[in-house]
């Protein structure tokens, strides 16, 4: 499995991005997979974001993004993206995408998932 993401840049306090993470997978289907996305500022621990099930059964978020960033997939393009709105300067952050080949109840620790995209950079300006 390979994960590319992109979309992160520099935006304003309350302004809004949104991240992608196009997916690949050779000889399989993405179908029972867990897609996530995480953040890591400097000297903090990777946080989860936002992670669901490909098939659509069920979307998660972290308690510090509900109400504001939306996780969604397009099954056609093989693509996971982070819609965030009302974003502010505590937001800032490397975003990474991560994928593993099922769902866990554990789906805010990164130690769960086995493949992980490179990150792209998010900055929110004050």
């Known amino acids: 499995v390979q994960l590319q993401a992109s979309g992160g840049g520099l935006v304003q306090a309350g302004g809004s991005l949104r991240l992608s993470c196009a997916v690949s997978v050779s000889g399989g289907t993405l179908f029972n997979y867990a897609l996530g996305w995480f953040r890591q500022a400097p000297g903090k621990e990777r946080e989860v974001v936002a992670a669901?099930?490909?098939?659509?059964?069920?979307?998660v978020y972290g308690n510090s993004v509900k109400g504001r960033f939306t996780i969604s997939r397009d099954q056609a393009k093989k693509t996971v993206y982070l819609q965030m709105n009302s974003l502010n300067p505590e937001d800032t952050s490397v975003y990474y995408c991560a994928a593993r080949i099922s769902w866990t109840i554990n789906w805010g620790s990164a130690s769960e998932y086995d493949f992980w995209g490179q990150g792209t950079q998010v900055t929110v300006s004050s």
């Open positions: 669901m099930r490909w098939n659509g059964a069920r979307t």
